[in-house]
């Protein structure tokens, strides 16, 4: 097991750094989340509360990349199939390759009660969809978007992203696609006009498995450390982060793939040989698109790219999760206001109560849980940069300043992306609100 | 049956400030309020009463007071009073509505919101001059304990103001009324006496500049008005509503009253004068208006312009203007009151009237977003955007007043597109934007803060879809005031008249 170290390091003068106090922070084995008994309960419940839809949204994203796949009028792609309710998550359940968590294999049953009742009643679940009385994937396809515009991140480790561009991935698509067009004329005709146009899709949807199989992990991991909570098993912020730097090396192998069953038979658009693992082709590409990058959305802020309120670069970008204003208005991060509104289904208890008792109490709750998301998203984010760290870089406790000062370097580098005074990134980073108790 | 109006809620004023002090706050506010929802159902209960093809006092009641003085004790209600008593009574359960449930020395405070609303009756209701003075005085102290007690930080200076004025304001009346008297030799104060006596033009201007004087600074007309914005901006919200809605329609009610009336002639002499007058005070206090960063001042100063359509209306005399005239007294009372209650409202929870730190409290999670909808309705009311009230009363006072005084009805015309312009920047700067993260913890609007503006923009709509309802019980009365002005002196251009041959011909239906 990964442990960080939380005794303070000494032996380096303190650091100048802006966040100096963050930067000593993360170098004493601490979360870039300051340690509160309320902050961990606020992260915890929220990752539960997350952890719920997210159990949809794997399967959801793999059913789509798996069995939907081109259909040109994906009407039902929201309509999960009995079979991938029943699907074993490979991280928990008795069958588990790696039982992360203690509970069942198949769809949460708060899921389940959901998708059955939703917060109005029991009726056909196309009434259900209409009614907005259901999980919103679109959330998820955001996210996959993200990733999948923001392509070319964390290269050349990332090996999953070329591959896209590779003739082999080509070739396997090009199978995949004549297969699922067999006998449709209209179809394949279309796809000999525009074959790039396809084969784009085709690359959205292996997105769709790749974000379907981090998700896959990371719903487990959540339930976990919330029964874990529960028991009053983390005494700490930094033991919950800590817990999640343990589970995202004992899962960093896990491979990225890209499955399709057409008929049958499955055809691997992206075989697992090819080695694609969790850590370096769908968890760091993930945060980095999805918590950091993002885009502008059209209808928050009239952006004017001309004067460089825009970055230049895509790597610039920051309209994630770490920057959103919990007020879709106007602001440079663009809150995800559709998982806030899963979320609220599946608060604990524990949560709705201490929400009730701050700002307007129930008549706000969605903001309130965003900011609590944003919060956890700091840790979660904190945990890849100490993962990333005791990966590529040195142990915290390492007797050699040299060592100290490069894992220094290291931390600093990370903040400064919450620092860009040019795009305006230090006033729309909520690094500053988080290290507050009454940013709610 | 009209001096229930008067004495009820001056008698409930003398129990409450008898009561011992035990008697908590809310109970204190909730018998007020029971009261006063009282008086204004036995005000509806008048109204229906009324019969609106009668343009003459009605329900009259007389008892003899002190005939030496020519005092009587004698009460009736026409078409302009009748709405006028409408919108006091309407206006002061409103304001003791929207009052903080834990106000400060309780007793204090719904006895003069009491004793105001009781006098403002009485000055709208009474026929003898002397009689109307008294009521008409009675309004000073209590308005001045209001400002004075429960005030903002400059509640001092505010009051003080505010009582010099409308005393000097209270000496010009008083004054012009005894000389009227003395000067027609007449033994009594009665009004339906004085109105028939006639004096020679010169002494009449003389003293129509005494009564125009003394109601110009309570309406406030420019240049009197420099006691309003102080006294407005630094009074609570109840009061404030009570200040523009009720206590400046005194004015108007009084020039229309008194000035129309008892000097006709030297009315028709003056009449350029007066609506070149209120033309002045429109532009200027939209001017202002849009320079101010307060909120609350800026509706103060929006009351000044709007004040100068009455003038406007009334110099023109038409009775299309003077039905004009009438219905923008209510239109104003009423808008007036709506936004001085979401303006007190935004005080109360974002905590500041600055115009530069607000911002997007159509918020809809963490702002204000029906205050700031109504606070739309109410700009939109007060830039007279049709559909609404608003519209309806500038409307009849444009189209009444430009056949005799096109200029400064255009002038006016330009000040109505001057409020859309300051109503624009406080709802873009107020209501629109982005709600600062880290100051947006605004305490949640209850619902008995809501109710007060929720019943104003349903007056104000409905009025505004269905304006017989308003005008139907004026018409009549300024029909028949708008024949006794001589129209000689006037520069009326016949081709802008509507239907000359037919003055009297009700003009809405």
């Not at chain 1, 825009?310 to 309209?319: G, I, L, N, R, S």
């Not at chain 1, 040299?402 to 894992?407: I, V």
């Not at chain 2, 009061?239 to 009610?253: E, F, N, Q, S």
């Amino acid at each position: 097991m990964v442990q960080t170290s939380n005794q303070p390091v000494t032996k380096l003068p303190p650091s100048t750094h802006e966040f100096a106090d963050i930067i000593h922070r993360l170098e004493a084995g601490g979360s870039m989340l300051p340690d509160t008994p309320e902050n961990l309960m606020q992260i915890i419940g929220i990752y539960k509360a997350y952890a719920v839809p997210m159990d949809f949204y794997w399967r959801d994203l793999l059913y789509i990349a798996e069995r939907v796949f081109l259909n040109p009028l994906p009407f039902f792609k929201y309509f999960l199939p009995k079979e991938y309710l029943e699907r074993h998550n490979h991280y928990a359940g008795d069958d588990a390759d790696l039982r992360i968590w203690r509970g069942e294999a198949t769809a949460h049953p708060e899921l389940l009660a959901f998708i059955e009742k939703g917060e109005t009643f029991k009726m056909p679940k196309l009434l259900h969809h209409w009614f907005h009385d259901r999980i919103n994937m679109e959330f998820a396809e955001a996210c996959m978007q993200a990733m999948l515009w923001h392509r070319h991140m964390y290269a050349p480790v990332n090996q999953f992203d070329p591959y896209l561009d590779s003739e082999e991935y080509k070739a396997n698509a090009h199978k995949a696609i004549q297969a699922y067009f067999q006998g449709n004329p209209v179809m394949l005709g279309l796809y000999k006009l525009f074959p790039d146009m396809f084969l784009e899709q085709c690359r959205q949807l292996s997105y769709y498995a790749n974000l379907g199989l981090f998700w896959e992990v990371m719903a487990p991991v959540f339930f976990e450390m919330s029964d874990i909570y529960d028991e009053g098993g983390f005494k700490g912020v930094p033991d919950a982060m800590n817990f999640l730097v343990n589970k995202i090396f004992a899962v960093a192998g896990r491979p990225i793939y890209h499955h399709v069953y057409i008929r049958g038979e499955c055809y691997e658009i992206i075989p697992k040989s090819k080695g694609f693992t969790w850590l370096y082709e769908a968890a760091l590409p993930y945060v980095e698109a999805v918590f950091y990058r993002t885009a502008p959305f059209r209808g928050t802020k009239s952006y004017n790219a001309q004067v460089r309120q825009v970055p230049d670069k895509q790597e610039d970008f920051h309209y994630g999760i770490l920057y959103a204003d919990v007020f879709p208005v106007g602001t440079a991060g663009i809150p995800p206001t559709l998982l806030m509104q899963d979320m609220l289904h599946f608060l604990p208890p524990y949560l709705v109560k201490y929400y009730k008792k701050h700002c307007r109490g129930e008549d706000d709750m969605l903001i309130q849980l965003g900011i609590s998301f944003q919060r956890s998203m700091y840790n979660v984010t904190s945990a890849v940069i100490q993962a990333l760290r005791t990966a590529l870089l040195y142990p915290l406790d390492d007797p050699n300043p040299k060592h100290l000062q490069a894992n220094r370097e290291f931390f600093e580098a990370q903040l400064n992306r919450f620092c860009r005074p040019e795009y305006g990134m230090r006033d729309a980073a909520k690094l500053r609100d988080i290290q507050r108790q009454n940013y709610r | 049956m009209l001096s229930i109006l008067i004495w009820l809620p001056i008698l409930t004023a003398a129990l409450i400030a008898c009561l011992p002090k035990s008697i908590p706050a809310h109970s204190i506010r909730l018998g007020a309020l029971i009261i006063s929802g009282i008086v204004l159902l036995w005000n509806l209960f008048i109204l229906f009463k009324f019969d609106i093809y009668n343009p003459g006092m009605q329900l009259q009641e007389y008892l003899p007071w002190n005939e030496t003085l020519g005092l009587t004790y004698k009460l009736g209600v026409d078409g302009i009073s009748i709405v006028l008593l409408i919108l006091n009574s309407l206006l002061t359960w409103i304001a003791i509505y929207s009052s903080s449930q834990q106000t400060e020395r309780p007793r204090l405070f719904y006895s003069l919101i009491l004793l105001v609303s009781g006098g403002v009756a009485g000055a709208f209701l009474a026929e003898n001059l002397l009689l109307f003075f008294l009521f008409y005085e009675l309004e000073l102290i209590p308005f001045y304990l209001l400002i004075s007690i429960w005030g903002g930080q400059k509640r001092g200076y505010a009051a003080i103001k505010f009582l010099i004025y409308t005393a000097v304001s209270g000496a010009l009346i008083l004054a012009t009324f005894l000389s009227v008297v003395w000067l027609t030799g007449s033994s009594t104060f009665n009004y339906d006496a004085l109105v028939t006596q006639t004096l020679p033009p010169a002494l009449q201007i003389t003293l129509l500049l005494g009564i125009i004087l003394g109601f110009g600074i309570k309406i406030p007309l420019v240049p009197l008005h420099t006691w309003l914005p102080d006294a407005y901006v630094e009074a609570s919200a109840p009061v404030a509503i009570l200040l523009g809605g009720v206590l400046a329609k005194l004015g108007t009610y009084g020039i229309l009253r008194f000035g129309t009336a008892l000097f006709p002639q030297a009315w028709s002499i003056l009449a350029p004068s007066l609506a070149t007058w209120g033309a002045v005070s429109a532009v200027y206090g939209a001017v202002v208006a849009i320079a101010q960063k307060d909120i609350k001042r800026m509706v103060a100063y929006s009351s000044i312009g709007h004040m100068g359509y009455i003038l406007l209306a009334a110099a023109a005399s038409t009775p299309l203007a003077l039905v004009g005239a009438v219905a923008q007294m209510i239109s104003h009372g009423i808008i007036l009151g709506i936004l001085f209650h979401l303006v007190g409202v935004v005080e109360a929870k974002v905590g500041t009237r600055e115009l530069n730190v607000l911002n997007g409290l159509m918020n809809p999670i963490r702002g204000l977003p029906l205050t700031s909808a109504l606070l739309v309705l109410g700009g939109m009311a007060s830039a007279g955007i049709p559909g609404m009230m608003g519209f309806v009363a500038e409307f009849i006072v444009f189209q009444g007043s430009f056949s005799v005084f096109p200029i400064p009805t255009l002038m006016c015309i330009v000040s109505s597109a001057l409020t859309a312009v300051y109503f624009v920047i406080l709802i873009n700067r107020t209501c629109f934007g982005k709600l600062d993260n880290n100051l947006a913890y605004y305490p949640k609007v209850v619902w008995h803060e809501k109710m007060p503006a929720l019943i104003l923009a349903s007056v104000i709509l409905f009025l505004g879809i269905q304006p017989t309802w308003l005008v139907r019980w004026i018409e009549p009365t300024t029909t028949v005031i708008a024949t006794n002005i001589p129209a000689l002196e006037k520069a009326v251009n016949p081709q802008l008249v509507l239907n000359p041959n037919k003055q009297h011909v009700p003009i809405i239906r």
